[in-house]
């Protein structure tokens, strides 16, 4: 079911694409410009072509960049999908996976594990009041 002469909706090619979990969710990517065509600012409503070029920028500034090899409307089994795009972002360098990793481990740290139980909230609310 691909086509490869005519256009397709951004947000509908990235969700068959599997960049997106859901059609909603690559939408609100385009409109908070989170994902750029050409070099431009998308929004979701965006006409793409075989051969265009996009930048999506992920968590914590992560950014891929893919180009468009088909186009697709409607969804195909999730090997297929990856059959779509060619995906050119550049390798991490060793000193960058390193810093993903720390900032991974700090981010998990930070989180807190649990709410704090009956004993935790009296020594909290004395340490409060000195």
Excluded at 31 to 37: N, P, W
Excluded at 41 to 63: F, N
Excluded at 108 to 127: G, I, V
């Amino acid at each position: 079911m691909t086509q490869s002469d005519t256009t397709v909706r951004l947000d509908v090619w990235l969700d068959v694409a599997c960049l997106y979990k859901t059609r909603s969710e690559a939408q609100r990517a385009c409109s908070g410009g989170k994902v750029t065509v050409n070099g431009q600012r998308s929004k979701p409503h965006r006409l793409v072509r075989v051969g265009d070029h996009i930048e999506l920028t992920r968590p914590y500034g992560q950014k891929q960049t893919l180009d468009i090899v088909e186009l697709a409307e409607r969804h195909i089994p999730k090997a297929a999908a990856r059959a779509l795009y060619r995906d050119t972002t550049p390798a991490l360098s060793d000193e960058e996976r390193e810093m993903r990793r720390l900032e991974r481990l700090y981010r998990a740290s930070m989180q807190r594990a649990h709410a704090p139980d009956k004993r935790e909230r009296r020594l909290l609310r004395r340490m409060k009041e000195q």
